[in-house]
């Protein structure tokens, strides 16, 4: 098969860190405040603003709290269930490699009590409808490593009694997310802003701020996880005043994809960019006989790590290692042509594609990637043909 013509402009498929915002430069950082401490005013007021850009953009509720936390979407998480998981029941949803984490997390670090597991494979969703409203909820809304995402929060209850931990960190900024249904959030900027990585997002509700005030779990908790004193909530951390040293050369960088998502049009501009580029890739699959998408119904396949699967007879009688194999070949094969950068599946995924097809990634490149694929696809496999018959 010979090459494509075209290449995508923009070869950065990889999901996390993601693509930087089309047009974005280090110029764009020329305001960062560097050499100041992050406790003084102008550096203070910099993260106070990150803050409130995203409840405007994100239609967070004025009556929840916001932070920025250290060690990622993961520091933010797990600072969540070490602090406030314990008081009731907890309802577990797992059904790829970052959901099962925390399942993990909860039942052999934690080692908490009532906790019942609901699990799926690479490619399903498990069964919503079993959550408990007398329990906590611990769900990831995308699965970024399976491609696989929650389709709305319909099957969360208003009326519980519970509360619901969400790790959005690769859906938030391409889905409308249910406030009213979320309790404790989380994300990290490095997903669909195409930020920079290290530092955390933490939403919480107002019945999550309860929880913290009134519930002392009994295990000690890091620094970096506590977040009352005195029975009280640290409300500095939710205006701006970090537990530890943030990067403010993140933080601008931050502050410079969140000014533009308001210039594309908002939450509702990046959620269309993130359709647009997945309808690149369906398009592609639709008419395509040896590829599919990972996730078994298109109702809860993600729309931002997009994960494939290989359908062809053929690859399906490989042993697992000879797949994987097969998959780091093709993926080379891309990256030397400068096509598309760090598209193989988790390592932990069954073997097969991810490509990122949030807000920063411009359609015409999905457009472009997508022959190349094909083309990658067809030379690796006469290679190993070619291969196993001498």
Known sequence: MQQPANKPANPN?????????????????????????????PAKAKLKETIELHREILGIPADYKIGIVPASDTGAFEMALWSMLGARGVD??????FSSGWLKDITGQLKLEGVNT???????????????????????????????????GDWISSAREGLTFCDATSGV???????????????????????????????????????????????????????TKGDKLIGGIFEGATINTPSM????????????????????????????????????????????????DESYTSITSVCLKITDEW???????DQLAFIKTMTKALDAEGVAYDIAGYRDAPAGLRIWCGATVEASDVAA??????????TTKAQAQESAAA
């Not at 577990?92 to 490699?97: D, Q």
């Not at 909820?137 to 389709?151: A, Q």
């Not at 050369?249 to 647009?276: F, H, N, T």
Request: hydrophobic share 45%; charged share 20%.
């Open 13 to 41: 498929f990889s999901s996390g860190p993601c693509s930087k915002r089309p047009g974005w430069s280090l110029e764009a950082l020329s305001d960062a405040m560097l050499g100041r401490s992050h406790r003084a005013g």
């Open 92 to 97: 577990v949803f797992a059904w790829e490699s």
């Open 118 to 152: 609901y699990n799926a494979a690479y490619g399903a969703l498990p069964d919503l409808s079993q959550a408990d409203p007398a329990n906590d909820c611990v769900f990831v809304w995308n699965g970024t490593t399976s491609g696989v995402c929650v389709p709305n």
């Open 173 to 227: 900024f391409a889905y409308d997310m249910p406030w009213d249904k979320l309790d404790v959030t989380t994300w990290s900027w490095q997903k669909v802003l195409g930020g920079e990585a290290a530092h955390g997002m933490i939403v919480l509700s107002p019945r999550a701020v309860e929880r913290l005030e009134s519930y002392k779990p009994d295990r000690p908790l890091p620094k970096i996880f506590r977040m």
């Open 249 to 296: 050369l993140a933080v601008e960088d931050c502050l410079d994809a969140l000014k533009w998502v308001k210039s594309i049009g908002g939450l509702q501009g990046s959620i269309d960019r993130a359709k647009a580029n997945y309808a690149e890739i369906k398009s592609w699959v639709e008419k395509t006989d040896w590829a599919a998408f990972l996730a078994e």
């Open 315 to 321: 690859f399906g009688g490989m042993s697992a290692d």
């Open 369 to 378: 990637l997508m022959p190349w694929v094909e083309w990658a696809y067809e």
